[in-house]
C-alpha cells in the first residue's frame, strides 16, 4: 500500500469521470485518487498563436515570495526569445526537437556510466580541447586551459547544448548593476551558469537580447585563479590572474570565457557576488538565449551558491501549454509545495543530477507487474531539461502495451510512429475533451506522479499524438523523468532535506 498513489475505489471511478469532467480545468488536469481515465482539451491538439499570451511582464498570481520568476517554452509563442519579424528564425520542427532530446539522452548515460559505473558503457566520443584563440583575452593555450576535473579526464559538465536549444524553458533574469535583462534557459542537468558576454573575443551566437557588457556593472568582478572558487569548477584555466572557465556539452557545443560575480536579480530579490561564466566564445545550438542557468547539486550551480538564502529549495511548474498559462521558477522555502508528494533525493548516486527511485508504473489506475528491480537496476533522474521520460525497455513495453489497449479501447485510430515515439494516434476530428488513459509514476516513498492530461501525448499533429515515453537502448540505462510529464506540477527540489516532491496543479 505503501506504493500506492491512487487508492481504488472502483464504483466511485465513473463519478469521477463525470465530476471531473464537469470540473476539470481547460486542459482537464486530472487530480485525486482513483479515475482511471483524464481528459485533455481537443483545443490542446491545435497549434497555439501569440494571440492568447500573458503580457510579459504579468506576474502569476499569488507569489510567496520575491523570486517568482514566469517561465515560459524557448519556443513557444509567448517566449521572450519568439521569433518576430523578417529576421525571426525558424522555430525547430518536432523532428528536431526530439533528435535533440536523444542526442541529450545519450549524453546523460554517457556521463551517467562515466561518473557512476552504472548504464551501458559505451565508447565515448573525444572532441578537441576547448581553448580560447590567439588574440582572445589571453594566450590561454590547451595546457593553460586543460585542467580537467581531478575525479575524472572525462567528467565534463552535464548537459546537450542542443537540447538547449530545443526542448527547454527559459527565464529572464538580471545581471550586473543596473540589472540587464538576460533571458536563459534554466537546467537541473548543469551546474554552472553563464551569459554571452562583450567584447566576444572569440565569438559569440546570435542572441536576442543585447550581450552582457561587463563594463557596464559596477558590481562585475573577475574571479582571481587563486580563489577557491576557480578550483570549484569541473574545466578551469588561468589568463592573466583570472579565473577561466570552460563548459563543454554532449554535443559539441560549449562556452569558454572568464570566470566572474555579479549581482543577480531573480524576480525581485537580489543575490549578491553571484558566480556566472563571463562567455567570451560560445558555439551552439542555444537557441536565441543569453545563457544557462545551472540548478544543478554542483559546487558552482545557483542552489548551491545561495544556500543560505534559500535553504536549498527551488521549485518550478511548466506550463501545459505553450500559450495561455505561464509556468514559474521559485526559490527558497516558500515555494509552493505544501501538497507536494516527496520522494527521498538520492545523493549518493552520481554528482549533478536529480537521482531518484521509480518503483512502479500505473496505467488505467492499475500497477504494471514490473519487477521491482529493473528500476532499481537502472536508477532514474529528474530533469527540466529532457522533453521525453525514458524507461528501461523491460518497463517502457508494458507501458505502450497497455496504453494501446486503453486507447484501443477507446476506440482511438493508430497511427505511424514518429521519431523516438512508437505508440501513436490519429486525433482529427475529435472536439471537445478527448478521454486518455491515466499514466501515473510512481516513487519511492509512495511519491506519485499522476501525469496531467497534457503531459502523456506528445502531438506532432492531430493526425500523429503519440504516447510521450520512449525505451531506452537498454535496461541498465538510467531512466529520466522528462518535462512532458512534468507539466502543470510544482516540482520541488530541496537539497537541505534531500527531497524531490511533485505538487499537482500548481500551474
Ligand atoms: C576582467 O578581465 C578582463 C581580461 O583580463 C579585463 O579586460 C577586464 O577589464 C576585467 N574586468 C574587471 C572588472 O576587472
Redo the contacts with the bound molecule.
Keep these: 500500500m505503501a506504493a500506492s498513489c491512487r487508492r481504488s475505489h472502483g464504483s466511485f471511478c465513473l463519478l469521477f469521470v463525470l465530476l471531473l469532467a464537469a470540473t476539470a480545468s481547460a486542459l482537464g488536469a486530472a487530480v485525486g485518487s482513483s479515475i482511471s481515465h483524464v481528459q485533455l482539451s481537443a483545443e490542446f491538439l491545435l497549434p497555439v498563436d501569440s494571440s492568447s499570451c500573458p503580457t510579459p511582464q504579468e506576474q502569476p498570481h499569488g507569489a510567496p515570495t520575491g523570486t517568482r520568476m514566469p517561465i515560459v517554452h524557448q519556443h513557444g509563442p509567448c517566449s521572450p526569445l519568439a521569433a518576430a519579424g523578417k529576421h525571426a528564425g525558424k522555430a525547430p520542427s518536432h523532428t528536431e526537437i526530439l533528435a535533440a532530446d536523444q542526442r541529450r539522452v545519450e549524453y546523460i548515460h554517457r556521463r551517467v556510466s562515466e561518473t557512476t559505473g552504472r548504464g551501458a558503457r559505451r565508447p565515448r566520443r573525444t572532441s578537441a580541447p576547448v581553448e580560447l584563440q590567439p588574440g582572445s583575452?589571453s594566450p590561454a593555450s590547451a595546457s593553460s586551459y586543460a585542467k580537467p576535473s581531478s575525479s575524472s579526464p572525462a567528467n565534463l559538465p552535464a548537459s546537450s547544448g542542443t537540447a538547449l536549444g530545443t526542448g527547454n524553458y527559459v527565464v529572464t533574469i538580471g545581471l550586473g548593476t543596473p540589472p540587464a535583462r538576460s533571458t536563459v534557459v534554466f537546467d537541473t542537468g548543469s551546474d554552472t551558469t553563464w551569459v554571452q558576454c562583450q567584447p566576444c573575443v572569440a565569438y559569440c551566437y546570435r542572441q536576442k537580447e543585447p550581450i552582457f557588457n561587463?563594463?557596464k556593472s559596477y558590481t562585475?568582478?573577475?574571479i582571481s585563479c587563486s580563489s577557491s572558487y576557480c578550483d570549484d569548477l569541473y574545466t578551469s584555466g588561468c589568463?592573466?590572474g583570472?579565473c577561466l572557465y570552460a563548459v563543454q556539452y554532449g554535443d559539441g557545443s560549449y562556452t569558454v570565457g572568464?570566470y566572474a560575480q555579479d549581482t543577480l536579480k531573480l524576480g525581485y530579490d537580489v543575490i549578491k557576488e553571484f558566480r556566472f561564466g563571463c562567455g567570451e566564445k560560445n558555439r551552439g545550438l542555444f537557441g536565441k538565449a543569453a545563457g544557462l542557468m545551472g540548478l544543478g547539486r554542483g559546487k558552482t550551480s545557483l542552489p548551491v551558491q545561495a544556500y543560505n538564502k534559500y535553504n536549498g529549495v527551488f521549485a518550478y511548474c511548466l506550463p501545459a501549454s505553450a500559450s495561455g498559462t505561464t509556468g514559474f521558477l521559485d526559490f527558497g522555502p516558500g515555494a509552493p509545495a505544501a501538497n507536494a508528494r516527496l520522494t527521498p533525493m538520492l545523493t549518493d548516486n552520481g554528482p549533478t543530477f536529480y537521482y531518484v527511485a521509480i518503483t512502479g508504473i500505473k496505467v488505467g489506475g492499475h500497477l504494471l507487474s514490473i519487477p521491482e528491480s529493473i528500476f532499481s537496476g537502472a536508477g532514474a533522474l529528474v530533469d527540466s531539461g529532457t522533453v521525453i521520460t525514458r524507461l528501461p525497455p523491460s518497463a517502457y513495453e508494458p507501458l505502450s502495451s497497455a496504453f494501446a489497449r486503453g486507447m484501443e479501447g477507446l476506440g482511438y485510430k493508430k497511427a505511424p510512429a514518429f521519431s523516438i515515439l512508437d505508440t501513436c494516434y490519429d486525433l482529427t476530428g475529435y472536439q471537445g475533451s478527448i478521454a486518455l488513459p491515466a499514466v501515473a509514476l510512481v516513487f519511492d516513498g509512495g511519491a506519485c506522479l499522476d501525469v496531467d492530461a497534457s503531459g502523456i501525448l506528445y502531438v506532432a499533429d492531430v493526425s500523429q499524438a503519440c504516447l510521450a515515453f520512449a525505451a531506452n537502448e537498454d535496461d541498465t540505462d538510467v531512466a529520466i523523468v522528462g518535462n512532458t510529464q512534468q507539466k502543470t506540477y510544482s516540482v520541488l527540489y530541496d537539497l537541505g532535506k534531500k527531497v524531490v516532491g511533485f505538487a499537482p496543479g500548481a500551474c
Design positions: 583575452p561587463p563594463s562585475y568582478a573577475n589568463s592573466g583570472h572568464f
